[in-house]
């Protein structure tokens, strides 16, 4: 007599193998560029997303969210309009973004922290990254990207510098990502880009 059924031991194996993918990731396996993720960097497994919970819907329009936030929003979408030099290379005029409740909620997960702990990095206090935190917010992507700035109280002067810094840059200027979200914290900013 078996101890497993067919359909119990390929959910078994199945298990193993993503409990073996997940420890490979937390053991160190590096995403090329921090402020960058594909779908293919990080999986999180159904229990991340359960340990996570719901989060509480942001505002669902850019025309209701602050006046700084939309302004940002703003210069984002006139950038991609015109195009725009990042380093050596020349980003071509694409396609606008649209706003995003859920990247809006990751991307005030990650200013809330970062301003309550007093600090400024991809990674979140509690060892998250862009990735997981997305994915917390309920943003069901295949791409995300993430710009952080810190000691800039204007729109114009965290957009000018991104658009001085060629990674920066990019993130604005990808025609992969479709939509963003933003939120500020003091003088610490996040915005979220994204493509579901």
């Not at 936030?69 to 380093?87: M, S, V, W, Y």
Request: glycine letters at 6%.
């Amino acid at each position: 007599m078996a101890f497993f059924s067919k359909p119990m031991a390929i959910v078994a194996i199945f298990s193993i193998a993503v409990l073996f993918a997940v420890v490979a990731f937390a053991k160190g396996s590096e995403i090329r560029d921090r402020d960058e993720v594909r779908l293919a960097d990080v999986k999180p497994t159904p229990s991340e997303v359960n340990l996570v919970g719901p989060i509480e819907p942001h505002v669902c329009s850019v025309k209701s969210v602050e006046p700084e936030l939309k302004a940002l929003f703003d210069l984002h979408q006139a950038a991609r309009e015109n195009g725009a030099r990042c380093g050596s290379t020349k980003m071509r005029s694409t396609s606008s973004l649209r706003w995003s409740c859920e990247l809006a909620n990751a991307a005030d997960i990650h200013v809330n922290d970062m301003a309550t702990n007093e600090f400024m990095s991809h990674t979140g206090s509690d060892e998250s990254t862009i990735g997981q935190r997305a994915t917390k917010a309920n943003y069901i992507w295949r791409n995300v990207a993430e710009n952080i700035a810190k000691g800039f109280d204007l729109p114009n002067d965290v957009n000018r510098v991104w658009l001085e810094s060629p990674g920066h840059c990019k993130n604005i200027m990808k025609p992969v990502y479709r939509e963003m979200g933003a939120a500020k914290a003091g003088d610490y900013w996040v915005v979220v880009f994204g493509r579901r």
